[in-house]
């Protein structure tokens, strides 16, 4: 079983930066990730790092966000900059043993970004 907490959430003005945090409790899987839901949306991949260091994002995301992982695999990140209207959403982390079953393996709570205009 993998438990996962996101943190870092926050309300902040479009142009501005924030860092979300994944806390990882359990057993290492192969591949990590980022979603977000806004509401009346599909939740949508933002950004995956597999146990290679290898990452995958979103186009509307390339430049703006970075994946990463701490030394020790046990805090995952999303550091977004530019951020952008747009950008407002439930953001969620996810953990499974392949970057492609990450919409059916473990997920944290989510942590709420909110960029205002």
């Known amino acids: 079983q993998v438990h996962l907490g996101e943190s870092g959430g926050g309300s902040v003005q479009a142009g501005g930066s924030l860092r979300l945090s994944c806390g990882i409790f359990g057993y290492t899987t192969h591949c990590l990730g980022w979603f977000r839901q806004a509401p009346g949306k599909e939740r949508e991949e933002?950004?995956?790092?597999?146990?290679?260091?290898?990452?995958?994002?979103?186009?509307?995301?390339?430049?703006r966000f970075t994946i990463s992982q701490d030394n020790r695999k046990s805090t995952l990140y999303l550091q977004m900059n530019s951020l952008k209207p747009e950008?407002?959403?439930?953001?969620?982390?996810?953990?499974?043993?392949?970057?492609?079953?990450?919409?059916?393996?473990?997920?944290?709570?989510?942590t709420q970004v909110t960029v205002s205009s």
Do not use: H, N
Not at 87 to 110: E, I, K, N, P, V
């Open 87 to 110: 950008d407002t959403a439930m953001y969620y982390c996810a953990a499974a043993g392949a970057c492609g079953s990450l919409r059916t393996g473990f997920w944290g709570q989510g």
């Open 46 to 63: 933002v950004a995956t790092i597999d146990s290679y260091g290898s990452t995958r994002y979103a186009d509307s995301e390339k430049g």
